[in-house]
Antibody, heavy 123, light 105 residues
């Protein structure tokens, strides 16, 4: 069955960096685009980033563009989110999610989700 | 593309018919999905492409709409349906979620 397990969250000071990972199993990872979505405590969902199935295309939300980088290692079935210049408003649970359709270059519907990893940005 | 949802909060009873509206700031064709989220859990895809029911989602959930206005209807609310519902547009990047509608008892 499809499994997505996020890791790498924790407490980090403003201005510092953090890298999140998402370990995928139960499907052909290299065939699917992948999303990152976050949710601040008590708030709604915010779409963060997408990487195409082949890694050629990446897309970002306006609030993270230029600071966050999404990447993937298909040899290890792992998705990454490199977060730089972190701000207090980046504090959230970060979810990775698989795209619905295979071989999507620009992303469609996130269907399978991990349970999330909590990032807290605080001094 | 901005999404708004109405109402933001809805109080209902088991057996009620419930309708949630999602409006987009511009036409998004059929690139709209609905998610259900329960406290402490990841979101769950209910409907994609406006009206297609995801595998395993109960048939009491129905999506409709076009252009800039979309609705999620629950025909007969069940105890397990009390949750927060979000719409998501994927017409163009950055993709955006609506602010959510909490359905409470």
């Amino acid at each position: 069955q499809v499994q997505l397990v996020e890791s790498g969250g924790g407490v980090v000071q403003p201005g510092r960096s953090l890298r999140l990972s998402c370990a995928a199993s139960g499907f052909t990872f290299s065939s699917y685009a992948m999303h990152w979505v976050r949710q601040a405590p008590g708030k709604g969902l915010e779409w963060v980033a997408l990487i195409s199935y082949d890694g050629r295309n990446t897309y970002y939300g306006d609030s993270v563009k230029g600071r966050f980088t999404v990447s993937r290692d298909d040899s290890k079935n792992v998705l990454f989110l490199q977060m730089n210049s972190l701000r207090a408003e980046d504090s959230a649970v970060y979810y990775c999610a698989r795209d619905f359709f295979r071989y999507s270059g620009s992303g469609t519907y996130p269907d399978y989700w991990g349970q999330g990893t909590l990032v807290t940005v605080s001094s | 593309i901005q999404l708004t949802q109405s109402p933001s909060f809805l109080s209902a009873s088991v057996g009620d018919r419930v309708t949630i509206t999602c409006r987009a700031s511009q036409a998004i064709s059929s690139y709209l999905a609905w998610f259900q989220q329960k406290p402490g859990k990841a979101p769950n895809l209910l409907i994609y492409a406006v009206s297609t029911l995801q595998n395993g989602a109960p048939s009491r959930f129905r999506g409709s709409g076009s252009g800039t206005e979309f609705t999620l209807t629950i025909s007969s609310l069940q105890p397990e349906d009390f949750a927060t519902y979000y719409c998501l547009q994927l017409k163009s990047s950055p993709f955006t979620f609506g602010p959510g509608t909490k359905v409470d008892i």
